[in-house]
């Protein structure tokens, strides 16, 4: 039974161990009333284990609005934000129960990364373009490598193989591979610019811009492409698993497809459209504000802790915002449902990749911030790089838990090497100098 299917059966039971007679009185339907969105909150809150986080939300909100303490803010923001990435998502999948499996999908499209993209937009406001930069470089690797590797370590464990549809996966791989290419060719013209005279970042500037543009247009063809004109092939038909992205609002109910009541309400949904559409609000300007408090107090982690404003971008800051969906993910494995777990994990990547960052390049070209689509060679090395095993290993279609520990061994490694890798290596060239 699954989880969401549990929770409205124990709601429904609840309901008729309070259902109202004609006798009832205005206090006993207040009382049952409140009793049943105690239970609605209690389930909501039940399907994601980094609620259990929530509690940290309402301290970080006060810390914060004090200001009392840098390092206790960055510290209690950089942990309430983990639940309240869980909330966002989860609020996102029962809205998309309501309006059906091809709006839902673009829902999931839209918001899945909405922790990241809301962090990223208020460092780019405040110029901490080296952080927008590396929290998106970071949100691709983790998911691509550790995440990933995570699934097949976990799941694999105790299997001598697991397999997953490899058409959507190798589609999602080739997308990932033009999306290196779209920070490569800005490295290589810099690069050469660099050999034969002073770069003119402006010219940077003009092909990221362009690049981010082309990029869009790619993604939007993508949405269309999984959506509408080859759906077919990721749908379940005929023993081919579900792939598109909307399976990811399933990953509660053992990916099986929403029935609906005789009224058309999704019988698996745990809250209604509307509440759906008020928690996602809330936890969209909660998360905000946390946001907002944590990019003001890296400068002073920076001072006192000592890591590099690149280190905490690119690893510390993509851990938090996707932690709902790493446990998702790996818990999709280890019951052997890694078409799931490798939508979640690469499709997660693809989208930073394909709609995050250029958005963010276009969002800094509007407010006057050089966000480019340049980063260090270094950087950009270890991206081409990363892409490449992890196409290797997901394009059989199989996976094992050897697999696993390769591109968990990876991600170790990269994120050792940005932990000695200084912000101003070489040049910066994030913007003009």
Not at 203 to 212: E, V
Request: charge should be negative; include cysteine; hydrophobic fraction near 50%.
């Amino acid at each position: 039974m699954s989880r969401r299917t549990q929770f409205r059966e124990n709601d429904e039971e609840a309901s008729r161990n309070f259902s109202p007679n004609e006798h009832s009185s205005l206090l006993g339907k207040s009382k049952r009333k409140a009793n049943s969105a105690w239970n609605t909150t209690r389930a909501f809150l039940r399907l994601n284990y980094c609620n259990i986080l929530l509690p940290i939300v309402p301290v970080a909100l006060v810390f914060g609005f004090l200001d009392v303490n840098p390092v206790a803010i960055f510290v209690l923001n950089f942990l309430a934000i983990v639940p309240l990435a869980s909330v966002l998502s989860d609020a996102t999948e029962e809205l998309a129960e309501h309006v059906g499996h091809t709006l839902g999908g673009l829902l999931n499209a839209t918001f899945g990364n909405a922790t990241e993209l809301i962090i990223s937009i208020f460092a780019l406001k405040k110029g901490e373009i080296r952080i927008v930069q590396a929290s998106m470089l970071g949100s691709i690797l983790s998911n691509m490598l550790l995440v990933l590797g995570m699934c097949f370590f976990f799941g694999g464990l105790g299997r001598s193989e697991q397999t997953f549809n490899n058409t959507a996966a190798s589609t999602m791989a080739s997308l990932m591979a033009v999306a290196s290419a779209s920070l490569i060719i800005p490295a290589a013209l810099y690069q050469t610019m660099a050999l034969t005279k002073e770069p003119n970042f402006d010219s940077i500037l003009l092909l990221s811009r362009a690049t981010a543009i082309v990029i869009l247009i790619l993604y939007l063809m993508y949405i269309y492409f999984q959506f509408y004109s080859h759906h077919r092939f990721f749908t379940e038909d005929g023993g081919t698993t579900q792939l598109a992205r909307e399976t990811e609002s399933q990953h509660t109910n053992g990916g099986s497809t929403a029935t609906t009541t005789p009224s058309g309400a999704p019988q698996d949904a745990v809250l209604t459209r509307n509440q759906a559409a008020v928690v996602l609000f809330l936890a969209t300007v909660i998360v905000s504000i946390c946001a907002d408090y944590l990019v003001k107090t890296i400068d002073n982690i920076v001072d006192a802790v000592g890591l590099s404003k690149t280190f905490i971008g690119l690893i510390l800051i993509p851990i938090v915002g996707n932690a709902a969906e790493h446990v998702t993910s790996v818990v999709v494995a280890m019951e052997d449902k890694m078409n799931l777990a490798v939508n979640i994990a690469i499709g997660s990547g693809l989208q930073i990749a394909l709609l995050v960052t250029p958005l963010l390049v276009i969002l800094g070209w509007i407010i006057g911030q050089p966000m480019s689509l340049y980063f260090q060679t270094f950087e950009t090395v270890v991206f081409f790089v990363s892409v490449l095993v992890a196409n290797f290993l997901i394009l059989d279609g199989k996976s094992n838990y050897l697999e696993g520990a390769m591109l968990i061994g990876i991600y170790a490694i990269i994120a050792v090497s940005f932990y000695v890798y200084p912000d101003n290596a070489v040049n910066n060239g994030f913007g003009p100098h």
